[in-house]
């Protein structure tokens, strides 16, 4: 496979869409060509509402990928995410045939089908079961037991799944553009793929995707995906919070919070306002910046509250070294980090610099880090793919979603 | 006022005035090129000058050179007599360029020859042609000498009584508009321009076409005042805070000193002017901020209009004036009254009328009498004008019941005392009145029936609060109460007061005309009582008004404010939140009316959370209990809101409701399909739900499925809001 593939990533998000054009070389870099963007409407909380419109807003950031990157999009890698997605950690067992000497792909395959054999609402679809861990025989934990030798064979999956019907009405929004959709992918796993370095996995790792109307999160810990589900908590929850308690127009009031919003303790004096100036629909006044920044701080911390207690619920126990990593818009926030570090009382970590090339403003705006995890995950399941299944340290598929063509 | 003349106007009247603008002199011709760089629409520009240097650099359509044979191109040397000489010299062409305008602006610096020796003149002649005449004088600097001074000064005295309108700007005031650094180029510049502007905005605002016209009589109360300073504003706004800014800019103007002087002016005239794309609403913004600006008892003129030409732009024009008179507020005497009064009827005269020189200046106080006295002849004169008496007519009952009582009888004394009084007090007034005398003897020469209702009707019309205050001051038992005056007319029978009147009058006029005295008893009387008729509607009207409001915030139960704010009164903040919230309600309580309850809203499937008083049969504690809620809603008016314990109770309700014990079992945070349930029944649940109010809204979020939280919190509400109200 030593030839250059293009992929493209694509996220439907609440406040943008977004695609991102990238070269993926043979030794792995990669090179971004081209980024179309689009403000989003039509969505919210992460989920699509009104079909219409969000295909005209996807259509204009395809155009505009199209246009930057001249190539011709055929099939893309798609992030999906809503609250409406959750995980669960199941193993499965089996036994290894007396006659059999060593463990086959089909003995994985069959502990896969095992582990994934779990109970999930009916209206759900699995969007991924990752494996986790081997084990053979109650021992330490196997990255590959193909070729070992045991007669138990234990299989840690993680499974995400979602509802049916919104990933398929996102899929289907996609498909009548019309266009491929190579992969659907939970959006915090596609970010986490450029965001944290191989150590950072190991050490353990939270990586929290700050969206505008979801807030995503997966957990890595011993190399691995241990937990990962979503908060419909956003950015958006935030100009909203502003607008209902400040009594503004939702435009002023995100205008307010990108201008002048921080939750970076001692940003500013008591008393200090700012003023919005008016404008032929809204007539101007005066705000306390003290109690802007207590909204915003009031709901980011609600949020990261939410995030918290779903991992609790999850045994979530982070080691030494553990780290958080933060993404999305939302983590744009000045002063977040403080936050975040209060509440979970662990270390916030600049995402990793993966060896990307191109456009050099868009890999580093953490805006960008679901789309580009999207083609660092394509290149992944790229790389596994003609080995027909090694398991890395990710991805194994679930079928229906593969794309048959790979033309791009 | 000019009133509505059934037949074909004549070319240049009410429908299409024609203006000109007339510059005297250097300084005049200054300002005359500003306005001829900029955009002045349909004025025919006119530049006066004795002096040909002046004349060849003006940019005005029409030059028309004053005296040429007497200075023979040359100015008239800062000498008045000069310049008079010069007009009469020149009288024809002066009087070819005022002849048929309606609206004459004559701009001219004063103390010099020119400006102070022809403006008078020009003036004059304009009044004759019967124009509406507004002069912008400019004063000297102080430096220029006392003679100088003096000259602008009496010049300023004449032109009082002549124009219909005075502007008047001080040049030293004139100099600080310019930065000091920009040198005697720009200050005189800056000085021109602002001057330009204000001509350019008096033509503009009675020129163009408006939604709300602003007329002569409006500019005319604006600028009453005597020796008064001119305060003039004008801004123009681009963008999105077009209104704002021009606003801002119109207060920044420096005659206006930022808007503070605005504050002390009795009389404001703003006009609002933008391109087709200027919205209502940004109207309202400017003239919401603009009464920030003005006193509460100004009297606000208010005009608006578009102008295609105008564009995306926006202007406001704010024009007023303080002058001694409205400083002086307090010791005003009745002459003070008077004094003030008198120049309104000039400007209200009707332009067809002007040659016959029908300057009734017959102020409200005891002028009653003497305006009945003037109707009566006026009636016998010309019988003809009865529309118009009958129009002007319907503003007088209030001032006759109040006036009258005492006055009617010595009408006529009175009358003869008003003219002895103002001539004895002459020398004191001069400067501030000195036509009075003049015109009251116009008026018993030729009084007609609309000059003499007309001032009548300028009181009721324009009731600048001095004005106002002093009569109450010194007529205190005839004008009980300033503000009802339409009660006033109601209780004391105003048709009867009149024939009173009238009988009292019989005994005067009956020597002299009884057959006009008929005319005047048959004629009113059917005008005055459709306005009797009228009037007692109104009050009532506007308790029915409350009436039917009224029954509504008590009916609509909003407990969930009126809990929350005695509890979260200590935290400063949260006052201000809740101020906001309150507000909030406020508005959308018509929506919220729809909306289910806080506690519903968690527990309900999001399809049905629109139904009001929806039925939650699964739902226990809303079910069982019907009458704790109903008991809770009867305390709810007025004391409810300053019971501590009751809006304990109320929380630790509302709290249980927030928190209910059926989330857990369903574990998606998402609702999919509406459990169908019965629409009609169980209206009490309902109530109950209401009575923990609305939820605060979630804004945005409000239509879509909520984010419920494990312990049952709607996320999409704001965290800000929860958090107060739990600590509350």
Same mark, same amino acid.
């Given at each position: 496979?030593?030839?250059?593939?293009?992929?493209?990533?694509?996220?439907?998000?609440?406040?943008?869409?977004?695609?991102?054009?990238?070269?993926?070389?043979?030794?792995?870099?990669?090179?971004?060509?081209?980024?179309?963007?689009?403000?989003?409407?039509?969505?919210?909380?992460?989920?699509?509402?009104?079909?219409?419109?969000?295909?005209?807003?996807?259509?204009?950031?395809?155009?505009?990928?199209?246009?930057?990157?001249?190539?011709?999009?055929?099939?893309?890698?798609?992030?999906?995410?809503?609250? =409406?997605?959750?995980?669960?950690?199941?193993?499965?067992?089996?036994?290894?045939?007396?006659?059999?000497?060593?463990?086959?792909?089909?003995?994985?395959?069959?502990?896969?089908?095992?582990?994934?054999?779990?109970?999930?609402?009916?209206?759900?679809?699995?969007?991924?079961?990752?494996?986790?861990?081997?084990?053979?025989?109650?021992?330490?934990?196997?990255?590959?037991?193909?070729?070992?030798?045991?007669?138990?064979?234990?299989?840690?999956?993680?499974?995400?799944?979602?509802?049916?019907?919104?990933? =398929?009405?996102?899929?289907?929004?996609?498909?009548?553009?019309?266009?491929?959709? /190579?992969?659907?992918?939970?959006?915090?796993?596609?970010?986490?793929?450029?965001?944290?370095?191989?150590?950072?996995?190991?050490?353990?790792?939270?990586?929290?995707?700050?969206?505008?109307?979801?807030?995503?999160?997966?957990?890595?810990?011993?190399?691995?995906?241990?937990?990962?589900?979503?908060?419909?908590?956003?950015?958006?929850?935030?100009?909203?919070?502003?607008?209902?308690?400040?009594?503004?127009?939702?435009?002023?009031?995100?205008?307010?919070?990108?201008?002048?919003?921080?939750?970076?303790?001692?940003?500013?004096?008591?008393?200090?306002?700012?003023?919005?100036?008016?404008?032929?629909?809204?007539?101007?006044?005066?705000?306390?910046?003290?109690?802007?920044?207590?909204?915003?701080?009031?709901?980011?911390?609600?949020?990261?509250?939410?995030?918290?207690?779903?991992?609790?619920?999850?045994?979530?126990?982070?080691?030494?070294?553990?780290?958080?990593?933060?993404?999305?818009?939302?983590?744009?926030?000045?002063?977040?980090?403080?936050?975040?570090?209060?509440?979970?009382?662990?270390?916030?970590?600049?995402?990793?610099?993966?060896?990307?090339?191109?456009?050099?403003?868009?890999? /580093?705006?953490?805006?960008?880090?679901?789309?580009?995890?999207?083609?660092?995950?394509?290149?992944?399941?790229?790389?596994?793919?003609?080995?027909?299944?090694?398991?890395?340290?990710?991805?194994?598929?679930?079928?229906?979603?593969?794309?048959?063509?790979?033309?791009? | 006022?000019?009133?509505?003349?059934?037949?074909?106007?004549?070319?240049? !009247?009410?429908?299409?005035?024609?203006?000109?603008?007339?510059?005297?002199?250097? #300084?005049?011709?200054?300002?005359?090129?500003?306005?001829?760089?900029?955009?002045?629409?349909?004025?025919?520009?006119?530049?006066?000058?004795?002096?040909?240097?002046?004349?060849?650099?003006?940019?005005?359509?029409?030059?028309?050179?004053?005296?040429?044979?007497?200075?023979?191109?040359?100015?008239?040397?800062?000498?008045?007599?000069?310049?008079?000489?010069?007009?009469?010299?020149?009288?024809?062409?002066?009087?070819?360029?005022?002849?048929?305008?309606?609206?004459?602006?004559?701009?001219?610096?004063?103390?010099?020859?020119?400006?102070?020796?022809?403006?008078?003149?020009?003036?004059?002649?304009?009044?004759?042609?019967?124009?509406?005449?507004?002069?912008?004088?400019?004063?000297?600097?102080?430096?220029?000498?006392?003679?100088?001074?003096?000259?602008?000064?009496?010049?300023?005295?004449?032109?009082?009584?002549?124009?219909?309108?005075?502007?008047?700007?001080?040049?030293?005031?004139?100099?600080?508009?310019?930065?000091?650094?920009?040198?005697?180029?720009?200050?005189?510049?800056?000085?021109?321009? *602002?001057?330009?502007?204000?001509?350019?905005?008096?033509?503009?605002?009675?020129?163009?076409?408006?939604?709300?016209?602003?007329?002569?009589?409006?500019?005319?109360? %604006?600028?009453?005042?005597?020796?008064?300073?001119?305060?003039?504003?004008?801004?123009?706004?681009?963008?999105? %805070?077009?209104?704002?800014?021009?606003?801002?800019?119109?207060?920044?103007?420096?005659?206006?000193?930022?808007?503070?002087?605005?504050?002390?002016?009795?009389?404001?005239?703003?006009?609002?002017?933008?391109?087709?794309?200027? !919205?209502?609403?940004?109207?309202?913004?400017?003239?919401?901020?603009?009464?920030?600006?003005?006193?509460?008892?100004?009297?606000?003129?208010?005009?608006?209009?578009?102008?295609?030409?105008?564009?995306?732009?926006?202007?406001?024009?704010?024009?007023?004036?303080?002058?001694?008179?409205?400083?002086?507020?307090?010791?005003?005497?009745?002459?003070?009254?008077?004094?003030?009064?008198?120049?309104?009827?000039?400007?209200?005269?009707?332009?067809?009328?002007?040659?016959?020189?029908?300057?009734?200046?017959?102020?409200?106080?005891?002028?009653?009498?003497?305006?009945?006295?003037?109707?009566?002849?006026?009636?016998?004169? %010309?019988?003809?004008?009865?529309?118009?008496?009958?129009?002007?007519?319907?503003?007088?009952?209030?001032?006759?019941?109040?006036?009258?009582?005492?006055?009617?009888?010595?009408?006529?004394?009175?009358?003869?005392?008003?003219?002895?009084?103002?001539?004895?007090?002459?020398?004191?007034?001069?400067?501030?009145?000195?036509?009075?005398?003049?015109?009251?003897?116009?008026?018993?020469?030729?009084?007609?029936?609309?000059?003499?209702?007309?001032? *009548?009707?300028?009181? !009721?019309? *324009?009731?600048?609060?001095?004005?106002?205050?002093?009569?109450?001051?010194?007529?205190?038992?005839?004008?009980?109460?300033?503000?009802?005056?339409?009660?006033?007319?109601?209780?004391?029978?105003?048709?009867?007061?009149?024939?009173?009147?009238?009988?009292?009058?019989?005994?005067?006029?009956?020597?002299?005309?009884?057959?006009?005295?008929?005319?005047?008893?048959?004629?009113?009387?059917?005008?005055?009582?459709?306005?009797?008729?009228?009037?007692?509607?109104?009050?009532?009207?506007?308790?029915?008004?409350?009436?039917?409001?009224?029954?509504?915030?008590?009916?609509?139960?909003?407990?969930?404010?009126?809990?929350?704010?005695?509890?979260?009164?200590?935290?400063?903040?949260?006052?201000?939140?809740?101020?906001?919230?309150?507000?909030?309600?406020?508005?959308?309580?018509?929506?919220?009316?729809?909306?289910?309850?806080?506690?519903?809203?968690?527990?309900?499937?999001?399809?049905?959370?629109?139904?009001?008083?929806?039925?939650?049969?699964?739902?226990?504690?809303?079910?069982?209990?019907?009458?704790?809620?109903?008991?809770?809603?009867?305390?709810?008016?007025?004391?409810?809101?300053?019971?501590?314990?009751?809006?304990?109770?109320?929380?630790?309700?509302?709290?249980?409701?927030?928190?209910?014990?059926?989330?857990?079992?369903?574990?998606?945070?998402?609702?999919?399909?509406?459990?169908?349930?019965?629409?009609?029944? #169980?209206?009490?649940?309902?109530?109950?739900?209401?009575?923990?109010?609305?939820?605060?809204?979630?804004?945005?979020?409000?239509?879509?499925?909520?984010?419920?939280?494990?312990?049952?919190?709607?996320?999409?509400?704001?965290?800000?809001?929860?958090?107060?109200?739990?600590?509350?």
């Amino acid at each position: 496979m030593a030839k250059t593939n293009i992929h493209v990533g694509l996220e439907i998000g609440t406040a943008k869409i977004c695609v991102v054009v990238a070269e993926v070389r043979p030794d792995g870099a990669m090179k971004i060509l081209g980024v179309g963007q689009a403000p989003s409407r039509g969505v919210r909380k992460g989920e699509i509402v009104d079909f219409n419109t969000a295909q005209t807003c996807l259509h204009d950031a395809l155009v505009r990928a199209e246009e930057r990157s001249d190539v011709m999009i055929r099939s893309v890698m798609m992030a999906v995410t809503g609250p =409406h997605i959750q995980s669960l950690n199941n193993r499965g067992r089996i036994s290894i045939a007396e006659e059999q000497n060593e463990i086959s792909y089909d003995d994985l395959a069959e502990a896969k089908d095992m582990a994934r054999n779990v109970q999930v609402p009916s209206d759900n679809v699995f969007i991924h079961s990752i494996i986790r861990h081997y084990y053979v025989d109650g021992g330490e934990r196997v990255l590959n037991p193909v070729g070992m030798e045991g007669r138990r064979l234990e299989a840690d999956y993680h499974i995400i799944h979602g509802l049916r019907g919104r990933i =398929h009405n996102a899929m289907r929004c996609v498909r009548e553009i019309p266009l491929e959709v /190579e992969d659907v992918v939970f959006a915090p796993v596609a970010a986490a793929q450029v965001l944290l370095a191989r150590e950072d996995k190991e050490n353990g790792a939270l990586v929290i995707d700050l969206g505008a109307g979801t807030t995503d999160f997966v957990v890595y810990q011993e190399g691995s995906i241990s937990i990962s589900g979503s908060v419909g908590i956003g950015g958006d929850h935030i100009t909203n919070d502003i607008g209902v308690v400040l009594k503004l127009p939702m435009v002023e009031a995100e205008k307010l919070k990108l201008k002048h919003g921080t939750v970076r303790p001692g940003a500013v004096e008591p008393g200090e306002t700012v003023h919005i100036e008016d404008n032929a629909r809204f007539t101007g006044m005066e705000i306390d910046r003290e109690m802007l920044n207590q909204i915003i701080e009031m709901r980011l911390r609600e949020t990261l509250d939410e995030v918290k207690k779903k991992l609790a619920s999850e045994n979530f126990l982070p080691g030494g070294g553990f780290g958080i990593f933060l993404c999305g818009g939302g983590s744009l926030v000045d002063g977040l980090s403080t936050i975040v570090e209060d509440v979970f009382g662990l270390q916030v970590r600049r995402g990793n610099s993966a060896p990307i090339s191109g456009l050099n403003s868009t890999f /580093e705006n953490p805006q960008y880090a679901v789309p580009i995890g999207l083609i660092r995950y394509a290149q992944l399941v790229e790389r596994e793919r003609p080995k027909r299944g090694p398991f890395g340290w990710i991805v194994d598929q679930v079928g229906g979603f593969l794309g048959s063509t790979r033309r791009v | 006022m000019i009133h509505f003349d059934p037949k074909p106007s004549q070319p240049g !009247s009410e429908s299409t005035p024609s203006v000109c603008a007339i510059g005297i002199g250097g #300084a005049g011709c200054n300002v005359l090129d500003r306005l001829a760089l900029g955009r002045l629409p349909e004025a025919e520009l006119v530049s006066m000058s004795a002096d040909v240097r002046v004349l060849n650099n003006s940019m005005a359509q029409r030059k028309v050179q004053l005296g040429a044979e007497i200075t023979r191109g040359l100015g008239a040397g800062g000498d008045p007599e000069l310049g008079r000489q010069l007009a009469k010299a020149t009288a024809k062409e002066i009087g070819s360029a005022v002849e048929e305008r309606s609206i004459v602006l004559v701009c001219a610096g004063l103390g010099g020859g020119t400006g102070s020796g022809v403006t008078p003149f020009v003036v004059e002649q304009a009044r004759a042609a019967g124009a509406f005449v507004v002069v912008f004088a400019v004063l000297p600097f102080p430096f220029e000498g006392r003679r100088r001074t003096e000259q602008a000064e009496a010049t300023l005295a004449e032109l009082e009584t002549a124009a219909d309108v005075l502007v008047t700007f001080e040049n030293a005031r004139m100099g600080e508009l310019a930065l000091p650094k920009e040198g005697i180029q720009g200050a005189f510049a800056a000085a021109d321009e *602002t001057l330009g502007q204000s001509i350019r905005a008096v033509a503009g605002i009675v020129l163009r076409p408006g939604i709300i016209r602003v007329g002569l009589d409006d500019l005319t109360s %604006a600028l009453r005042n005597e020796g008064s300073r001119c305060l003039f504003g004008y801004g123009e706004g681009q963008g999105d %805070a077009r209104a704002t800014n021009a606003l801002q800019k119109a207060l920044k103007s420096p005659l206006l000193d930022n808007g503070t002087d605005l504050k002390s002016a009795s009389t404001v005239l703003a006009h609002v002017a933008g391109g087709n794309s200027m !919205s209502l609403y940004e109207v309202e913004l400017v003239m919401t901020e603009l009464a920030k600006h003005v006193s509460s008892e100004a009297n606000l003129l208010f005009g608006t209009g578009t102008d295609k030409a105008l564009g995306e732009k926006m202007v406001v024009t704010l024009v007023s004036s303080i002058g001694i008179a409205a400083k002086v507020e307090p010791p005003v005497e009745l002459l003070d009254i008077e004094s003030k009064a008198t120049p309104q009827p000039k400007a209200l005269k009707p332009e067809e009328e002007a040659p016959a020189k029908e300057e009734t200046p017959v102020e409200h106080g005891e002028s009653v009498a003497k305006a009945l006295a003037a109707i009566t002849a006026a009636v016998a004169a %010309a019988p003809t004008a009865d529309d118009q008496f009958a129009l002007d007519f319907g503003f007088e009952p209030e001032e006759e019941q109040s006036e009258q009582p005492e006055e009617a009888p010595s009408a006529q004394d009175l009358l003869e005392e008003d003219e002895n009084s103002a001539k004895a007090e002459l020398p004191e007034l001069e400067q501030k009145e000195p036509v009075v005398i003049e015109s009251l003897v116009i008026e018993d020469a030729a009084p007609s029936i609309a000059t003499a209702s007309i001032p *009548t009707k300028d009181v !009721s019309e *324009t009731p600048a609060a001095s004005e106002i205050e002093a009569i109450i001051e010194d007529e205190p038992e005839e004008i009980e109460a300033p503000a009802p005056e339409i009660e006033a007319i109601v209780e004391e029978e105003p048709v009867a007061e009149i024939e009173a009147i009238i009988e009292d009058e019989d005994e005067i006029e009956a020597i002299e005309e009884p057959a006009a005295i008929e005319d005047f008893l048959t004629e009113p009387e059917p005008e005055v009582e459709p306005i009797t008729a009228e009037a007692p509607e109104e009050p009532i009207a506007v308790e029915e008004i409350f009436s039917e409001e009224t029954p509504e915030p008590i009916e609509e139960p909003e407990p969930f404010i009126e809990v929350a704010a005695p509890v979260v009164k200590k935290l400063s903040l949260v006052d201000r939140l809740l101020q906001n919230r309150e507000a909030f309600f406020a508005e959308e309580t018509e929506e919220e009316e729809n909306n289910a309850g806080f506690g519903e809203a968690l527990l309900q499937e999001p399809e049905n959370e629109f139904v009001p008083n929806e039925p939650n049969t699964e739902e226990p504690v809303t079910a069982e209990d019907p009458i704790e809620p109903q008991q809770e809603q009867a305390q709810e008016p007025a004391p409810f809101i300053e019971e501590p314990e009751e809006v304990e109770e109320a929380i630790a309700a509302f709290e249980e409701a927030t928190a209910p014990a059926t989330l857990e079992e369903s574990e998606p945070s998402y609702y999919e399909e509406p459990k169908p349930e019965p629409q009609v029944a #169980a209206t009490g649940a309902g109530q109950s739900m209401l009575e923990f109010g609305h939820a605060p809204s979630s804004g945005r979020f409000q239509n879509a499925d909520p984010t419920i939280s494990e312990e049952g919190d709607d996320l999409d509400i704001p965290t800000f809001l929860r958090k107060r109200m739990a600590k509350g």
